[in-house]
């Protein structure tokens, strides 16, 4: 992988702004010395700085010494941090990500400056391990600097680019659904202790058969229904289970509960 050669201020380094770090560093996208963190309580970034990332509980001096600004921050805490930063944001230099649910590019151009490139990046919890399923969209930022945002979320998963008015949409899909799936796997689990297993066997082989069903339909590019069918026979076990939880409405819960996570999501962000 091409290294970058510029600065990069991660501004509010919690857990998705310091998993991008190690896996910048880790691709060899970029070296430690490249990357400053910044978060209110700094001594939480100390083993960081042992490492030889830069950490900061300056915003505005980290984003005025940077190429590249990711904002990894709430929602909710968007505006105050838009606010302080707004007077060292530089156009002609800058290149804004912003990792924000339910914010658009418009909406952090209206507080920083009109003609700043803004990328939009939604990864989810699992950036920790490198296996992040991360959407890139934009309104108006060049080809070259979407690339350029892909390339450093791929050190730490996959990348989709979509619409941005999809955007929302993907952290239901995306970065909710990382717990719907876990909620999946631990009712299995607990399935398979009423059915006669301990409970950390139970757990093993629940998490085992999500991930060997994840990685057929990855590795073989199937559809559900293809595995599903290499699995059920006439009057067997496999389909009468499979119509029990149809009957009390496995799909349609999942379906719904992504669908209102996606309303949640668009009502995080206050524009004022």
């Keep these: 992988m091409e290294q970058f050669t510029g600065q990069i201020a991660i501004i509010g380094s919690g857990n998705i702004g310091t998993s991008l770090a190690r896996g910048l560093v880790k691709s060899g996208y970029a070296s430690a010395s490249q990357i400053t963190l910044t978060?209110?309580?700094v001594a939480g970034l100390s083993a960081f700085a042992e490492q030889g990332f830069g950490i900061s509980g300056d915003n505005p001096a980290a984003v005025a010494a940077a190429d590249i600004v990711?904002?990894?921050?709430?929602p909710q805490q968007l505006n105050k941090l838009l606010e302080e930063i707004s007077p060292v944001i530089d156009v002609s230099r800058h290149l804004v990500i912003s990792v924000a649910s339910g914010v658009s590019c418009a909406d952090i151009r209206s507080k920083l400056s009109a003609g700043l490139e803004v990328v939009r990046a939604m990864p989810n919890t699992a950036i920790a391990i490198g296996q992040s399923m991360t959407c890139v969209a934009t309104d108006r930022a060049s080809e070259a600097n979407v690339q350029l945002v892909s390339r450093m979320f791929e050190t730490v998963g996959a990348v989709v680019k979509i619409n941005e008015d999809l955007m929302t949409a993907a952290t239901a899909l995306c970065a909710?659904?990382?717990?719907?799936?876990?909620?999946?796997?631990?009712?299995?689990?607990?399935?398979?202790?009423?059915?006669?297993?301990h409970a950390e066997d139970a757990l093993k082989m629940a998490v085992q058969t999500a991930k060997g069903a994840a990685d057929l339909l990855l590795q073989m590019e199937s559809h559900p229904e293809q595995e599903i069918d290499k699995v059920t026979s006439p009057k067997g076990c496999t389909i009468a289970g499979l119509n029990e939880m149809e009957h009390n409405g496995f799909?349609?819960?999942?379906?719904?509960?992504?669908?209102?996570?996606?309303?949640?999501?668009g009502e995080l962000y206050k524009k004022e």
């Design 39 to 41: 978060r209110r309580n």
């Design 70 to 74: 990711v904002l990894c921050v709430l």
């Design 176 to 197: 909710c659904g990382i717990a719907f799936f876990l909620r999946a796997i631990r009712a299995a689990s607990q399935g398979g202790v009423e059915i006669g297993f």
């Design 251 to 265: 799909s349609s819960s999942l379906i719904k509960g992504i669908k209102l996570s996606a309303v949640k999501a």
